[in-house]
C-alpha cells in the first residue's frame, strides 16, 4: 500500500512540473464570416510619383476598385478617384507632373478605356470612341507622349497610336491590317513586335522597323516566342522561346546583325525580363512551380542582388523608381494577402506601405498550401496545390472539393485567396489541381489536352478526388468539384460524363456550349482565333460534331447531382445564356439546382458586396448538399 501511495505521489509531483501543454490551432482558432474573409483589402501597381514621395496604387477597399496614393515614408492611403460602379485601375502618374493615368471597363465587359485624371481632379477620357477597346502600352523616350493600342478602326484588329500629352491628341503609328498580335513597342519608337499565333502554345515574333516598314523575323523554328522588351540604348531585343526545349528561357536578337544569343535558362519557364530606366537592373520572372520567383541582377557587375528578406514571404513583384534608388515591392504567400513595401537601395531600409490582412483575423488562423503530386490514371504525373483545413485530421473527417482553374491552357498558382481561405476555415479542404494542358509545366504537359478536352483532363480531376479520398483526413464520401471559366466547363463535364464521381457541383461561369462559345468569341480576340481552333477545335467544321459531344449542355438527362451556378450577365467571354440554358436543363431531372446571377459583374465577380453574396450562397449550398449539415445562416449585414 505504501508502494501505492508513493508511486501516485511521485507521479502528482511529475504532472504538477509539466509545462501545460499548448492547445493546438485547431483548438483556438476562429470560424469567420464571409465579410470579415473578404474585408481583406485587394491592392495592385505601384506608380512611383515624379518626386518619388509617393505611390499611385489600385485598391477595392470601398468595395470596388479604386486609385489611391500612399507615402513612401508610410502613412494613411488618400483616395484620388470614387467610383461606385465600374472598377478603377492605375495605370501611371505622367512622367514629369502629377497628372495620372487609370483604365476602366463597363461594369466588366473588358471594354476598357484609357482616362486622365488632371491635377485639379477632372477625368477625361482620352480612348473616348463607344465600344472600342485600349490598352496602355508604354511612355515614350522623351516622356512628351504614350503608346497605346486600339480596335477603334477596326474591332477585330489592334492599331498602335501615339497620344501627345500637351494637345491630347492620338496619331495612328500603326495600321494593323495583317491581324498580328501587338507583343511591344520601342521607346526610341523605332520598332514594334507583332506576334503570329499558330497553336496556343506556338507564335511566330517579328520585328517590325517603322520608318521603312520593314518585317522581320526573330524566330527560326517553329516555337512559342514572345516579346520581353528591347534593351534600353534600343540595338537588341529581348525574348523568351521554347525552340527545342521544354521550358521557355531567355534570348537577346541583335537588331543590326541578327546574331540571337542564349541569356538565361532555367528548369521552369522564364516569364520574362525587363531593364530599369538608366539599365542598372535587370528584372527576371521565372514561373517555379506555380510561384513567382524573381531575380534582380547587377548590369555592370552581372551579379544578382539580394532581395529583401522577410519571414515566410515570397516576394512577388518588383518595380524602380527612374532614378533606381528605390525599389517597390509586394510580398505575401497562399496563407496571406500581398503587401506593398518600399525599399531603399542605397540604406538597404524597407519599409512596409499596408496591412491588407482584415484586422479581425488572426494570421495563424489561415491555411499555408503543400504543393502535392500525384500519378493519374495513364501514369502522369499531376501537380496541385492542398489546402488542409486545421481542423482536420484522421479523427475529424472533413469534405473536400477538387478546384479547377480556368484557361485552358491557366495555372493554379501558389497565390493567397479568401474565397479558399474561407472555404477551408469553414473546414473544407481544397485541392487546386493543375491538369495535363495547364502552363507552366513544360510544353509536352501543355498540349496534352489539344483536342482531348473533357476526356483526360476531366481524368485527370477525377484522379484528384481520388487522392483526396485516400487521405485520412478527408471524408471520401463527400469530395465535390468547383472551377471557374474553363474550370466551370469541366465542373459541369464532371457531373455529366462521370455523374457518381463528384458530390456536388459549383459551377463559376463556366461554358456549356463549345460550339456557341467558340462562335462567339470578341472581336479583338480575332488574332488568337485560330489557334484557338487548333486546340479546341473549329465549330465552322465537322469538329462541331465532337464539340456538341463535349458540351454540357446537350447531355444535361446525365447529371444527378446537386448544382450551384454563379454568373456574370456583362461577361464577354461566356454568355449569360451558357449559364441559363444549363441551369433549366439540370433543373427538368429534379436536380437540385440553385442559380446567382449578378446584373453589374463579367467574367469573375471584383465588387466585394457580390463577392460576399456570392461565396456566402456556395458555402450555404455546399454545407447542406455536401457536408449534409443544416446551411450556414448569413449574418445580418454580410450579404
Not at 201 to 209: K, P
Not at 436 to 461: A, E, I, P, V, W
Not at 497 to 516: D, K
Request: aromatic share 12%.
Amino acid at each position: 500500500m505504501k508502494y501505492l501511495m508513493a508511486c501516485f505521489v511521485f507521479t502528482l509531483i511529475l504532472s504538477c512540473n509539466e509545462e501545460p501543454k499548448k492547445p493546438s490551432i485547431a483548438e483556438t482558432m476562429k470560424t469567420y464570416t464571409i465579410k470579415q474573409m473578404m474585408d481583406n483589402e485587394a491592392i495592385s501597381g505601384g506608380s512611383f510619383s515624379p518626386d518619388n514621395s509617393k505611390l499611385l496604387i489600385s485598391s477595392n477597399r470601398s468595395g470596388i476598385y479604386n486609385m489611391y496614393t500612399v507615402p513612401i515614408s508610410g502613412g494613411e492611403l488618400t483616395p484620388v478617384t470614387a467610383s461606385d460602379s465600374s472598377s478603377v485601375f492605375a495605370i501611371s502618374y505622367f512622367p514629369k507632373d502629377e497628372r495620372m493615368l487609370f483604365r476602366m471597363d463597363g461594369n466588366g465587359d473588358e471594354i476598357y478605356h484609357i482616362y486622365m485624371r488632371d491635377i485639379d481632379g477632372k477625368q477625361t477620357d482620352l480612348t473616348p470612341t463607344k465600344g472600342a477597346r485600349a490598352s496602355f502600352y508604354g511612355w515614350a523616350e522623351d516622356d512628351q507622349s504614350f503608346y497605346y493600342t486600339s480596335n477603334e478602326r477596326n474591332p477585330r484588329n489592334d492599331d498602335v497610336y501615339q497620344m501627345n500629352l500637351e494637345t491630347l491628341e492620338p496619331s495612328l503609328v500603326y495600321e494593323n491590317t495583317e491581324g498580328y498580335s501587338i507583343n511591344g513597342i520601342s521607346e526610341n519608337m523605332k520598332y514594334l513586335t507583332l506576334g503570329k499565333p499558330i497553336n496556343t502554345n506556338d507564335s511566330d515574333l517579328f520585328i517590325y522597323t517603322l520608318s521603312d516598314e520593314k518585317l522581320t523575323k526573330i524566330n527560326e523554328n517553329q516555337s512559342a516566342n514572345s516579346s520581353s522588351g528591347f534593351s534600353n540604348d534600343g540595338s537588341s531585343l529581348y525574348y523568351t522561346t521554347d525552340d527545342g526545349e521544354e521550358f521557355s528561357y531567355l534570348m537577346k536578337y541583335d537588331i543590326a546583325t541578327g546574331n540571337r544569343e542564349k541569356v538565361m535558362q532555367k528548369n521552369w519557364d522564364i516569364w520574362g525580363t525587363y531593364f530599369t530606366e538608366n539599365g542598372t537592373y535587370q528584372v527576371t520572372y521565372i514561373n517555379e512551380d506555380a510561384k513567382n520567383v524573381i531575380e534582380i541582377k547587377n548590369v555592370s557587375t552581372g551579379e544578382n542582388i539580394a532581395l529583401p528578406s522577410l519571414d515566410g514571404l515570397d516576394v512577388t513583384s518588383v518595380d524602380f523608381s527612374d532614378d533606381e534608388k528605390l525599389m517597390r515591392f509586394y510580398a505575401g504567400g497562399s496563407h496571406t494577402p500581398s503587401n506593398l513595401f518600399v525599399y531603399n537601395l542605397e540604406t538597404k531600409e524597407q519599409t512596409q506601405l499596408t496591412n491588407v490582412l482584415n484586422n479581425e483575423i488572426n494570421g495563424e488562423d489561415l491555411v499555408n498550401a503543400e504543393v502535392i503530386r500525384y500519378k493519374s490514371f495513364d501514369g502522369v504525373e499531376i501537380p496541385a496545390i492542398y489546402y488542409k483545413p486545421h481542423q482536420a485530421s484522421a479523427d475529424t473527417k472533413v469534405p473536400a472539393l477538387v478546384w479547377v482553374h480556368g484557361g485552358p491552357g491557366g495555372q493554379s498558382r501558389q497565390n493567397f485567396s479568401s474565397f479558399i481561405q474561407y472555404l477551408t476555415n469553414h473546414g473544407y479542404a481544397v485541392l487546386a489541381v493543375n491538369n495535363r494542358g495547364s502552363s507552366g509545366y513544360g510544353k509536352t504537359f501543355y498540349q496534352m489536352d489539344d483536342l482531348n478536352h473533357g476526356d483526360k483532363d476531366l481524368k485527370d480531376c477525377v484522379e484528384g478526388k481520388n487522392w483526396l479520398a485516400q487521405q485520412p483526413e478527408i471524408d471520401a464520401n463527400k469530395i465535390g468539384i468547383i472551377g471557374g471559366s474553363y474550370g466551370g466547363y469541366m465542373t459541369m463535364a464532371a457531373l455529366t460524363y462521370t455523374p457518381e464521381e463528384f458530390a456536388v457541383g459549383v459551377n463559376l461561369f463556366g461554358v456549356t456550349n463549345w460550339v456557341r462559345t467558340l462562335k462567339s468569341i470578341p472581336p479583338w480576340w480575332e488574332s488568337f482565333k485560330d489557334a484557338l481552333y487548333k486546340e479546341l477545335g473549329d465549330p465552322y467544321s465537322a469538329d462541331s460534331v465532337r464539340l456538341k459531344e463535349i458540351s454540357p449542355l446537350f447531355h444535361t438527362d446525365k447529371v444527378t447531382k446537386p448544382l450551384i451556378v454563379l454568373q456574370g450577365s456583362q461577361d464577354p467571354r461566356v454568355l449569360q445564356v451558357e449559364s441559363d440554358e444549363i441551369v433549366a436543363g439540370v433543373k427538368k431531372n429534379g436536380v437540385p439546382v440553385e442559380y446567382v446571377l449578378f446584373e453589374d459583374e463579367g467574367h469573375g465577380f471584383v465588387k466585394k458586396e457580390n463577392q460576399i453574396e456570392a461565396y456566402s450562397r456556395v458555402l450555404d449550398f455546399l454545407d447542406l448538399y455536401l457536408k449534409k449539415d443544416k446551411a450556414t445562416p448569413i449574418e445580418e449585414g454580410d450579404k
